[in-house]
């Protein structure tokens, strides 16, 4: 009975470590508050979600982030990344670049363009439609279906 216990967590626990890599710390978080990020550093490999609001406790912008955490798969199976910004004060980099007014949700491309602007909460639905007719997502698209 020990030696089938010991045998069982020794099976366990490089599993379970295998799953903790799954997260390397070089991988950006889905959500993650904007500071001082740069769009460049997106280029070609994310499709950032950038989320402003005047404050954290803006309705509209906990409804944003709750609608993106709900559909969090999608949205990474599109390269998405969500950046957040809910201090005008700071006047970040990507603050003084995209100029929002209160809450304002802003797509950009992975080629650093911005494809998006909406002054109210988009569902994850209509966030992965518009996606997913970018020239650059259907040739992903292509590309995967080759492959399989």
Known sequence: ??????????????VTSLAADATQPGDP?????AGDSDLSEF?????????FADTDAD???QQQLDILMKGEAEMLERDVVVLT????????ALRTKLRPRGFQLVLIGKDG???LRKPFPWSVR????SIDKMPLREREIR????LN
Request: charge should be positive.
């Open 113 to 115: 363009g911005v494809k």
């Open 1 to 14: 009975m020990t030696r089938t216990l010991a045998l069982v967590l020794s099976v366990l626990f490089p």
């Open 43 to 51: 280029l070609w490999t994310n499709r950032p979600i950038v989320v």
């Open 59 to 61: 309705p509209r912008f």
């Open 85 to 92: 910004d809910t201090d005008p004060g700071a006047r970040s």
């Open 29 to 33: 978080a889905f959500v993650q508050p």
């Open 143 to 146: 590309e995967r279906r080759g």
């Open 126 to 129: 209509e966030l992965s439609r």
